[in-house]
């Protein structure tokens, strides 16, 4: 085969969410060059959503890809494997079981795909296009509903032995602490740290402080934007909602930078708009609870992505990447 | 160069310990031709402890390498750092500040050296010899006075950024929890899983139960073995010590679990000992606590190499694995 001419090549990255897919054409320069989307609930049987995407995207791949300028398809989904392209178990998706996923696109496509969850999709969009360029060993932290992870030792994504490394957001930061919603887990980082985890938080510390702005809102409407809200007025319960998450955010992180000793911890998500009030108490529990060894050298810094487009770009890297490898 | 023959090729093991050294030839099939040691604690200077280690070793390797069969030098010891090659702030190592070890033995010994710190160095002797042969993802987690910690992932011992990652011991398995004597971090898992933190424990424990057979011993007396044997005679305190202890064992292995999907995790050292005692709630207590993916696949053993060897069987493998890469 011939030297490929790597500026004419495009990727189809898609981000398979439990409501939305979003999909996109990529260049190797990480520039998304036609995008779409499509309802991803809708389809009660994978095939029928295969059928759909295709679809959609055959036009777009027909205007820009020749035969030899069109790479290959990554996919970003909930508890997709690497290493069996299939979707595993996926709570949030209608497709249960272990969806055969990857060889079915690649029947429908005729090229091939790779797939992996989508916070590791992520982060190899960071590593490719985004503030990690350059890294070799960082840690991806998704807050957004829920609490992913992508981790690169190396410059690669940390598989492990069977696919599925790289859940952080369900490590346990409190044992014995506040029950998980979904996996019944006691204490885990995503009980605090995400989106939905602050609203809880907030519920509770509103009722213990009677004057706290939190109060004028009914139940239903308390979320972590409201709780950004009330903080940026200044109100000092709110703001201890997000230190306290940040605290164990904190806490958790110092954990892993012991583990695999990251050069820097990128956070991404909806979360992290609440800037300065999650990241400084998190910063400092973090420091606080590393040796000294580890001490002031992980970088702590916000996604350099667009969210919007973060997943589509994460998934394409998946493809650009195996011609590193 | 001809191809090397392995067969006729040793290596020098060294493994550096507070107290003592130890050291031995090694060949390609993790048999120990020679064996020695010397005390760490009584050179001041580390030039002073290299010049003595060739004096020791000189008579060997002209005993049993010509040129071209002696391979290199590993070595094990403390803060050992494996990019940088240095000995780094060694708390219980006379050698103060940032030692550049590496260098100081190749200009002694001239050859080339390479070290890491001892639960590397152990882990990687695993890999070559023991209990993890033909595994590429695990954990080894040494259990003595302290609690270190290696960790292959995709079969190469994982350094992360700056040659530190693997510092698992340090890892906090209950925020705000019993203060580490040394460190004065909180709640780390050293200060619970190691024979010192199991002391500590039995100590604590024995003064709630008047009753306790650990109660006829005297404080200074207290230790692991003394829990073991009381353990053994069916006292319920000393059971549940252990018990203790494997439960924020197994809560800490849970996490290392979410982190890397290891396929096994290699117990070693004093307290494993224990056997059962500690085993059996390390495994409860790590799977009750995994996500449903990664519950009964990690294997928990224990290690297989004799612990005299074990250090410096891994030392050596380093210079085995410098040729593999």
């Not at 439990?18 to 049987?45: C, M, P, W």
């Not at 820009?64 to 392209?85: L, R, V």
């Not at 969210?307 to 650009?320: T, Y």
Request: hydrophobic share 40%.
């Amino acid at each position: 085969m011939a030297l490929m001419d790597l500026s004419r090549q495009v990727a189809l990255g898609v981000d398979i969410g439990g409501t939305n897919t979003k999909y996109g054409l990529v260049n190797h320069r990480g520039e998304i060059v036609e995008k779409g989307s499509l309802k991803t609930d809708q389809f009660a049987e994978a095939q029928d959503f295969i059928d759909a995407l295709h679809d959609k995207t055959a036009p777009l791949l027909r205007k820009y890809c020749e035969q030899d300028t069109f790479d290959g398809i990554g996919i970003g989904a909930p508890n997709a494997n690497y290493y069996s392209g299939t979707i595993e178990q996926a709570p949030n998706l209608r497709w249960k079981g272990v969806v055969p996923f990857a060889a079915m696109m690649n029947e429908k496509f005729g090229v091939s795909c790779t797939m992996t969850n989508d916070a590791n999709a992520a982060a190899l969009g960071e590593m490719m296009f985004g503030a990690a360029r350059g890294m070799k060993n960082f840690i991806m932290m998704t807050l957004g509903t829920g609490v992913g992870s992508g981790i690169i030792t190396n410059g690669q994504l940390l598989y492990g032995s069977d696919g599925f490394a790289g859940e952080l957001g369900h490590t346990i930061v409190k044992p014995g602490g506040r029950k998980h919603w979904s996996t019944g887990s006691e204490g885990s980082l995503e009980a605090y740290a995400s989106a939905t985890g602050i609203g809880i938080t907030a519920k509770k510390m509103r009722a213990e402080f009677p004057n706290s702005m939190l109060n004028s809102y009914s139940e239903e409407r308390i979320n972590s934007k409201v709780v950004f809200d009330c903080a940026m007025a200044g109100d000092p319960t709110a703001i201890e909602v997000f230190r306290y998450t940040g605290q164990k955010l904190g806490e958790a992180l110092a954990n892993f930078v012991m583990f695999s000793s990251p050069e820097a911890i990128l956070l991404f998500g909806g979360v992290i708009k609440a800037g300065d009030f999650i990241l400084k108490p998190a910063k400092l529990h973090m420091e606080r609870n590393l040796l000294p060894i580890f001490r002031n050298k992980v970088k702590l810094v916000f996604s350099e992505l667009d969210e919007a487009d973060a997943a589509i770009l994460g998934a394409s890297a998946l493809v650009w990447e195996s011609h590193l490898l």
